[in-house]
Structures are given as C-alpha cells and as structure tokens.
C-alpha cells in the first residue's frame, strides 16, 4: 500500500499504521486524514490483519495535533465541516472498527493526536510522550471527539482540567488517569504494543468484534449497552469460533480460530 503521509505495514497477522510527517510532526493535514480512512478500511478488511498498531515517525512525535496552517483561514461552516468529516471517516471509524487497534503514543500527542489516540481501542506510551489538548490556547475547542473521550477515560473533572488548562500530562500521570495502559522507555514501545496485540492474536477474532461493539455500546447515545451485550453473546452462540473454543477446552487442547 502506497502512501504519501503513512507507511502501512504487515507483519504476520500485526498490521502496523505509522504516520510520517515528522517535518510537521505528525500534524494531521487534509490528505493523511483521508489516507488514514483509506488506510484502516483496507486493514479491516484484510481478514489477516487481526490487530492494528498506530504510531508516528521519529522519537519526537505521535501527532502534534491537526494542521494549525491549514484551518487557520477557515469560515465557522468550514471549521464545522472539518470536525464532521474528520470525526465521521477517521476518528468514529477506528472506534468502531472490528480490528483491534491498539496507539503506540511516542512522543507528543496533541489535539487531533490525542483524539486520534483515544479512538483507538487502547494506548500505550514511551517515558517521554506527551499528551493534551492544547486547543482552546489557539481560540478553538477539541473537534475531533477529544470533549466526549476525555472525560470518558479519565473523568469529567480532570478532563475538564486538562482542556481549560491547554496543558500537557507527562507519559506517568496519564498512566495514573487511566488513559494509558503501559509506560516503557522509548525502545522498547513497539516491542510492547506487538506482544499484547500477539496475545489479542490467540483468541477469536468474531468475538473480539463483538466485544468491541458491546463495549462502544455503552458511550452511544440512545443504546441500551446490556441489551447490546445480550444480543451479542447470543450471536456468539451461532459461530464456527465459538465451536471451536469450547470444544478445545474441553478436549484440553489450545483453539485454533
Ligand atoms: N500543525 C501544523 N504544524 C505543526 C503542528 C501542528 N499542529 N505542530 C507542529 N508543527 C510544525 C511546526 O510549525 C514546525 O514547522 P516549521 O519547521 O515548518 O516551522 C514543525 O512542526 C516543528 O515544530 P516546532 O514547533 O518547531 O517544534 P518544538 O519542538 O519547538 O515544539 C510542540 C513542539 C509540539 C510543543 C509545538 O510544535 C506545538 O505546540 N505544536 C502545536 C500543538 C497544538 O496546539 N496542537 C493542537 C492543534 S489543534
């Protein structure tokens, strides 16, 4: 898969998103957003892909944010528009996607970086990353689902904290809020990130899309969360992995999904 602004990846059943930018830091302008679409739909649906990575080149930056120079003349419409179809094609898509996917925050993540962090499913940092959302020192606020997901994984008070500060959590206090599973030094992150997306491998790839689903229910509007997860574990019953799992375990051998 060529593209400009990514290098996508596969290494056995890893499928590995870097976003590479680094003159700019990462900062996510119009064509990688519309790459990175491109991107995770070709991965989900790449039946081999079972656990996507994302990360950013260089040891400085994950994303520093959307492009500042190129919204920096938009109308009130255009600002509208760029949060929408950012939120609709890039951020709402990795929430949802059947694929696990797991951030690899490497260094800052800012606005969109951190927005983009949080709509994977979960994250994990180096010792020097840095994240927040600097948005409202620029006169703007977070676009990209940062004021729904912040306070989703860290808690209302301390996410409204961090916005109207515009200030930064080191990789340590982020761990300590819940918004990053694991801090390791630099080296060793991706290391990391493929032996937990090596042990999301072994298990079934149905069920996972299921929980993922199940899990997202409870942040939608309108969705009642335990009757989505009835729904679901009924379906479960109907799949060749559920078969599988079961009969594997008590024929006290690992499943083969
Ligand atoms: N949009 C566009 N360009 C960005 C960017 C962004 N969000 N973040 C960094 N860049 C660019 C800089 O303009 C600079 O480009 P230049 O060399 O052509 O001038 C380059 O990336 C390097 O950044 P620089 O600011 O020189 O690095 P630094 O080490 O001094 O500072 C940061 C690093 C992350 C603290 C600083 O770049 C920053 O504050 N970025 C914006 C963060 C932000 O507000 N994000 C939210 C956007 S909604």
Same mark, same amino acid.
Do not use: W
């Given at each position: ?12 059943? +890893? ?9 700019? !830091?990462?900062?996510? @302008? ?14 989900n *649906? ?11 080149? =260089? ?9 500042? &120079? ?12 760029? *949060? ?10 990795i929430? @949802?996607l059947s694929t ?13 970086? !951190? ?13 020097? &990353? ?7 020192? !620029?006169?703007? /606020? ?11 994984? /860290?808690?209302? =008070?301390?996410?409204? %904290? ?27 992150? +991706?290391? +990391?990130?493929?032996?937990?997306? @090596?042990? /999301? ?5 149905? &069920?996972?899309? *299921?929980?993922?689903?199940?899990? @997202? ?9 335990? %009757? ?5 574990? =009924? ?14 375990? !008590? %024929? ?6």
């Amino acid at each position: 898969m060529d593209f400009e602004n990514l290098i996508v990846e596969q290494d056995g059943f +890893l499928g590995f998103v870097t976003i590479n930018r680094p003159k700019k !830091l990462n900062a996510l @302008n119009k064509e990688t957003l519309q790459e990175l679409h491109e991107a995770f739909t070709i991965l989900n *649906a790449t039946t081999s892909v079972k656990v996507i990575i994302l990360t950013g080149t =260089g040891e400085k930056a994950f994303v520093a944010g959307a492009d500042i &120079a190129e919204f920096a003349n938009f109308s009130e419409e255009e600002g509208a528009n760029l *949060a929408r179809s950012g939120q609709e094609r890039v951020f709402n898509l990795i929430e @949802n996607l059947s694929t696990p996917v797991i951030a690899a925050i490497n260094g800052f993540a800012l606005g969109g970086g !951190l927005e983009l962090a949080m709509a994977c499913h979960f994250r994990i940092a180096s010792e020097n &990353a840095k994240m927040g959302l600097p948005e409202v020192s !620029l006169g703007v /606020i977070p676009g990209y689902g940062g004021t729904q997901r912040l306070p989703q994984l /860290i808690g209302k =008070g301390k996410a409204m %904290e961090l916005i109207m500060t515009a200030g930064m959590l080191g990789a340590e206090e982020a761990k300590s809020v819940g918004l990053v599973n694991y801090v390791v030094p630099q080296e060793e992150l +991706l290391a +990391l990130a493929e032996k937990l997306g @090596n042990k /999301i491998v072994s298990n079934s790839a149905v &069920a996972i899309a *299921a929980a993922i689903k199940a899990v @997202n229910a409870n942040f939608e509007f309108g969705v009642n969360g335990y %009757e989505k997860e009835i729904v679901s574990f =009924g379906a479960c019953f109907g799949t060749d992995d559920f078969k599988e799992g079961t009969t594997a375990f !008590l %024929e006290k051998r690992k499943p083969n999904f």
